[in-house]
Every structure is written in structure tokens, then in C-alpha cells.
């Protein structure tokens, strides 16, 4: 498995990533974002093939952005579909996919934030820590 800083900016990423596995209609609320956008290669590469997929009409999931990945990088893809499944248990809201890309965009390095249960709500809120 692959290990990432733990900070505000790289669990937007992988909120947005997981956000797109789980129903990549959700990707019209972050139409503006580009591979560029990620500071982690490996995020923008996941986005990429997400991308290329959606255009292709083809279904997004761990399975087929793996499949996608490994026709262009080969072996150099090793542990990339257990990180894909992660991101697709992570529990992102597809429906909050904008906000996190905003956090994606603002927050800076080393600023960190959790996501703690909204019970009035009834999902996941980030907070700040």
C-alpha cells in the first residue's frame, strides 16, 4: 500500500478520488479540476484514467480504472488496485465532491482536518483539527 502525508490537502485528493469511484456522475461538480491539480502523481494519474473513462462511457470503479492503468503502466502498477480499493471505502459523499475539490485547491500543506459523523445531518462533516 502506498503511504501519503496526512494532511489536509492529500485527504481532499483522495476524498475527490473516492468521491468519482463511488459514482463518477458526481464529477459535473468538479468539472474545472485537472490531473495538474494533484499534488501526489499517483492522484493525478488515478484522475486521469477516471477521466478517460467517463469519456469513453465506460463504468468507473477500482476494477476499471486499475484495468485502464495497468494498459498504460504495466507491472510499474503493482499495489495500485488495493490503494483503489481504499479510495473506494474511504466513504467520500459523491454529492460533496465540489467541496472537497475546493479543499483540494485551498488548503495548504500541513493544515490537517478529520472527518467526524454530523448526527443532525446524518453523514460525514470535515472539520477542521
Not at 484522475?47 to 484495468?67: G, I, T, W
Not at 483503489?84 to 500541513?110: D, F, K, S, V, W
Not at 443532525?120 to 462533516?125: A, F, L, R, S
Request: with cysteine; glycine share 6%.
Amino acid at each position: 500500500m502506498f503511504n501519503f502525508e496526512d494532511d489536509r490537502r492529500t485527504r481532499s485528493e483522495q476524498l475527490v478520488l473516492s468521491a468519482l469511484l463511488r459514482d463518477s456522475r458526481c464529477a459535473c461538480h468538479i468539472d474545472t479540476l485537472c490531473p495538474s491539480d494533484f499534488s501526489h502523481d499517483l492522484h493525478g494519474q488515478i484522475f486521469r484514467h477516471v477521466v478517460k473513462l467517463m469519456a469513453m462511457c465506460q463504468p468507473v470503479d477500482a476494477a476499471s480504472v486499475y484495468e485502464s492503468i495497468m494498459h498504460t503502466r504495466g507491472p510499474r502498477a503493482v499495489g495500485t488496485l488495493a490503494y483503489l480499493n481504499a479510495l473506494e471505502q474511504l466513504g467520500a459523499i459523491p454529492a460533496h465532491a465540489g467541496y472537497y475539490a475546493c479543499e483540494l485547491r485551498t488548503a495548504e500543506p500541513g493544515r490537517w482536518f478529520i472527518l467526524s459523523g454530523d448526527p443532525e445531518h446524518g453523514h460525514d462533516v470535515p472539520l477542521p483539527l
